[in-house]
T-cell receptor, first 116, second 115 residues
């Protein structure tokens, strides 16, 4: 059963702590994305990766870091530099990263991050 | 700067009636448009899409209309059902240029369908 798995579903961060959100896909997709959802703000792009070992900053990358060492995995680290990390985080993927094809994004079920 | 705008944060419709959700965009390079539906604490799910070579696409109760000259699209749901109550996101992408394939999302419209 193919899909995108995000874990954990709920995560709590203490002051000054880095936390890592996991995103794994078995859809054989090249491109992966991290979005943040805040109430009334819609979906804002944090980072994206069009191919393994490459990634680009989105609109709100400050305070976040990512890696893309494997095609299936795109973990997001929320660092202590991110002063307002409480949000719902969504990982997504699509088949092609660098080819001009009209494709939809597939989303995971999200991780709710809260600050203690 | 918001390139995709959904100016109505909420819409309330009676069951059985038509729901019309609107979306405007500013980037003339956008040529592919999608609608997603999202329930609380879940990821968005794809609903329907349209490319810029069409002005209408229909899938069951859902129809998307595209007016390129006005840079406007709308999603019609007929008839509306209580299970349609969710947040609906409009999204757009350009198949050319430096933002190849990246999706830009609106802020969403909360649709409530009441019995």
């Amino acid at each position: 059963d193919g899909g995108i798995t995000q874990s954990p579903k709920y995560l709590f961060r203490k002051e000054g702590q880095n936390v890592t959100l996991s995103c794994e896909q078995n859809l054989n997709h090249d491109a992966m994305y991290w979005y943040r959802q805040d109430p009334g703000q819609g979906l804002r792009l944090i980072y994206y990766s069009q191919i393994v070992n490459d990634f680009q900053k989105g609109d709100i990358a400050e305070g976040y870091s990512v890696s893309r060492e494997k095609k299936e995995s795109f973990p997001l680290t929320v660092t202590s530099a991110q002063k307002n990390p409480t949000a719902f985080y969504l990982c997504a993927s699509k088949l092609s990263g660098t080819v001009a094809v009209m494709e939809k994004l597939f989303f995971g079920s999200g991780t709710q991050l809260s600050v203690l | 700067d918001q390139q995709v705008k959904q100016n109505s944060p909420s819409l309330s419709v009676q069951e059985g009636r038509i729901s019309i959700l609107n979306c405007d965009y500013t980037n003339s390079m956008f040529d592919y448009f999608l609608w997603y539906k999202k329930y609380p604490a879940e990821g968005p799910t794809f609903l329907i899409s349209i490319s810029s070579i069409k002005d209408k696409n229909e899938d069951g109760r859902f129809t998307v209309f595209l007016n390129k000259s006005a840079k406007h699209l709308s999603l019609h749901i007929v008839p509306s059902q209580p299970g349609d109550s969710a947040v609906y996101f409009c999204a757009a992408s350009a198949q050319r240029g430096s933002t190849l394939g990246r999706l830009y999302f609106g802020r969403g419209t909360q649709l409530t369908v009441w019995p």
